[in-house]
């Protein structure tokens, strides 16, 4: 998926140093967050983080506790400034899509469009409908459409103001996965031929990977890391970051000589204190399997074909420690086979 950002020119959107509280309670902590013209800024972290709280503030549907959010550098809510939701240029689309089911998809889509004239509101309706692929639904009602054209009639609706900035919360995640691949491809396609600047919660990794150009991981109210997918897949913060994106096999080590060394291998880091324990997480698909040495032996305990890839698991013959392991398409080895293991260390973690 196409990822173009310019990140030269001023933010479109910009949040600085915002909180949030209710009943005494820290919904969001110190946020400071900024989206540039064309972005898609993913906000990703478990359910009850605060991602759908900020962006209820941004949009003005919530008040912040403290802080400042600009659009285009001119401030729009603070401490004496709180521009009323429907005058910030903000596009919503939630999860529940909250179509009329009494209007059809070009009243739904006009739903938001009267300020204008009638010729460019009714130029601006079907403009919209031929961009989202809606043309033979234009007369339909909401309950005649399936999911997916369900989700594309709330997209048009949320983008024919042409808002600078979009608010997408969840929107993919009540649909099956084959549709919401291809719909998540098609949105962002239909986005990208605007100026228009994202900010998407989702809970998926996988979603915040292939749909963002950059990805903010909240956790607790408060934001952990902020990069590209391959900078919080190779250079995560922490631990939890490490076990976000995929699945991990953990083992402890002691600090010699710049090295952890431990029962799975040695890992070289130039920081360690010799002594130190260290914790070593290591991804699944970081093993390939070799042949067997004295120091090296693993037995395969389960074989598990999983379509495109092969997940084994496997037990370290000499202290019995378990390791698992995922490998493209399918594998000749076999329960009960002994072999080794090699390691590629750029997806070794310490800490």
């Known amino acids: 998926m196409e990822k173009i950002t310019n990140y030269l020119c001023i933010p479109r959107l910009r949040i600085d140093s915002l909180c949030k509280k209710k009943e005494d309670k820290h919904i969001l902590t110190n946020i400071n967050i900024s989206v540039y013209p064309g972005e898609v800024l993913c906000l990703l972290g478990n359910s009850g983080c605060g991602k759908t709280t900020l962006l209820r503030v941004v949009a003005g549907l919530e008040d912040q506790s403290f802080g400042t959010i600009f659009i285009n550098e001119e401030e729009i809510s603070g401490e004496n400034v709180n521009i009323p939701a429907n005058s910030r240029s903000i596009g919503l689309m939630f999860q529940e899509y909250a179509l009329f089911p009494h209007l059809t998809v070009e009243e739904n889509i006009a739903y938001g469009l009267d300020n204008l004239k009638p010729n460019d509101r009714i130029n601006k309706i079907n403009k919209t409908i031929k961009n989202v692929g809606l043309d033979k639904y234009r007369n339909s009602y909401p309950h005649m459409l399936s999911g997916g054209e369900q989700q594309r009639v709330a997209l048009a609706r949320a983008i024919a103001p042409e808002p600078m900035i979009l608010l997408m919360d969840e929107p993919f995640s009540g649909l099956d996965r084959s549709l919401r691949e291809s719909l998540r491809e ?166």
């Open 186 to 351: 098609e949105t962002i396609s239909i986005l990208k031929k605007s100026d228009v600047s994202i900010i998407l919660v989702t809970h998926d990794p996988e979603e915040a990977m292939l749909m963002g150009d950059r990805i903010v991981l909240m956790r607790e109210g408060e934001v952990i890391q902020v990069g590209t997918s391959e900078e919080l897949f190779l250079d995560p913060i922490d631990k939890n970051t490490v076990k976000l994106f995929s699945g991990v096999n953990e083992f402890t080590g002691i600090a010699a000589d710049g090295y952890a060394k431990s029962n799975i291998g040695s890992f070289k880091d130039s920081k360690l204190i010799d002594g130190d324990k260290v914790d070593i997480l290591i991804r699944d698909h970081a093993f390939k399997i070799s042949k067997p040495k004295t120091n090296n032996m693993f037995k395969i305990k389960y074989v598990n074909f999983m379509g495109q890839t092969t997940r084994l698991t496997l037990i370290n013959v000499i202290d019995e420690s378990m390791v698992r392991m995922t490998v493209p398409g399918i594998v000749t080895n076999k329960i009960n086979d002994i072999v080794g293991l090699e390691v590629d260390e750029r997806f070794v973690y310490l800490f």
